[in-house]
């Protein structure tokens, strides 16, 4: 019984495991969508278009009132895209669903649309006429971040041919990683490269390969490489690039620090509740085991001698044993020696030699001892 608990136990620990290690690591493979991630809808060309913020499980636009570049600029960059031309306008193709932001104030330099300022999510007095919109103006050798935890980070994807491709990290370094970042408006030389798909795998086509830039560089695509689309390489070498946590260039001084990804902290609780429920199954099961019954162990019948008539004393072995004094029934016991004769106090021990023996016989003057 405790060997079939045991193997259903190891049965279920590893079925356990498997569970937890698909959704663990799922999310680099598939694009899940998060509270607070924005997107563009219906427009001409990409990075234009009308602005859907998702909440509560659902996808909604945003009404224009107070909409402007600054907020413009805000959605362009947590799109991974430049915000050095972005502007807003009202959408030319109203949305359906609900309206989830109104009044919406950004300074321009919050990483997230969901870091301004707004009123009450759902709270608007609003039509879908009013629908905000952006523009990030993609232009040739444009450059974006995609797949990263924040819009600092991500897969390096340049615009060329009105598509998005990949970069090979063939030779990829800071150097090529602080053009980017300064390309995408950042200050400083705040790019850190990152290789071998670290952001995932992007999709056909791959650009770029053998990328040199000297670090000076405005723009990716002023920096030597091979040629536009020749290249050897597989998407689990897709560069990209870590930005820092500096603020934009062309923004003003930062009023809020971004706040910890939706993704991360999806991960991370997900972990934490799996190895929560991991462990109070164990316990659980621990105890179940050890509640069980165990099969009572009766030992069999034997002639044993009962320790009734058992005496510690040498002559024990010689003597019969005595009856026990709560008339019970005691087991067989040995034969008894014929008995012998009690001793005496006289003859109990021998009479020691004479005196005059010890002086072989012979007497003196002296008085005998008493």
Avoid at 110 to 121: G, M, N, P, T, V
Avoid at 251 to 259: D, K, V
């Amino acid at each position: 019984m405790a060997s079939n608990t045991d193997g259903k136990l190891a049965r279920g620990m590893r079925l356990w495991i498997i569970f937890s290690a698909f959704f663990v690591f799922w999310p680099n493979y598939v694009r899940c969508q998060f509270e607070g991630d924005v997107r563009l809808v219906d427009g001409a060309q990409n990075g234009r278009g009308r602005v859907e913020i998702y909440h509560d499980n659902q996808w909604g636009t945003i009404c224009d009132d107070t909409w402007d570049t600054s907020d413009a600029q805000v959605v362009c960059r947590q799109l991974g895209f430049g915000t050095t031309n972005a502007r807003g306008y009202t959408a030319t193709s109203p949305g359906s669903g609900p309206i989830h932001l109104d009044g919406t104030h950004c300074f321009g330099t919050e990483y997230r649309l969901d870091y301004c300022s707004h009123s009450s999510w759902g709270l608007n007095d609003c039509v879908h006429s009013e629908d905000a919109a952006v523009s990030c103006d993609i232009n040739e050798g444009d450059v974006r971040l995609v797949g990263g935890f924040t819009p600092n980070q991500g897969r390096v994807e340049i615009y060329h041919n009105y598509q998005w491709g990949t970069v090979c990290d063939d030779r990829w370094g800071d150097s090529d990683a602080r053009v980017v970042c300064r390309q995408l408006g950042y200050s400083g030389d705040v790019g850190e490269a990152r290789s071998g798909g670290t952001y995932g795998r992007g999709s056909d086509p791959t650009y770029l390969d053998e990328v040199g830039c000297l670090g000076y560089e405005s723009r990716l695509a002023d920096c030597s490489h091979d040629g536009w689309g020749i290249e050897d390489c597989t998407h689990s070498e897709d560069a990209g690039v870590y930005c820092n946590e500096n603020v934009p260039a062309t923004s003003s001084p930062a009023t809020s620090s971004p706040a910890t990804s939706s993704l991360v902290v999806g991960i991370m609780s997900f972990v934490g509740v799996s190895l929560f429920l991991l462990t109070m199954s164990a316990l659980i099961a621990v105890y179940y085991t050890c509640s069980q019954r165990k099969p009572a162990i009766i030992p069999t019948q034997s002639n044993q001698i009962p320790l009734s008539t058992i005496t510690s004393h040498p002559v024990a072995y010689h003597t019969a044993a005595a009856a026990t004094s709560n008339s019970m029934t005691t087991g067989p016991t040995q034969p008894s020696l014929p008995q012998q004769p009690p001793a005496t106090e006289t003859d109990s021990l021998p009479s020691p030699p004479s005196y005059n023996a010890l002086q072989g016989g012979q007497s003196d003057s002296m008085p005998q001892p008493n």
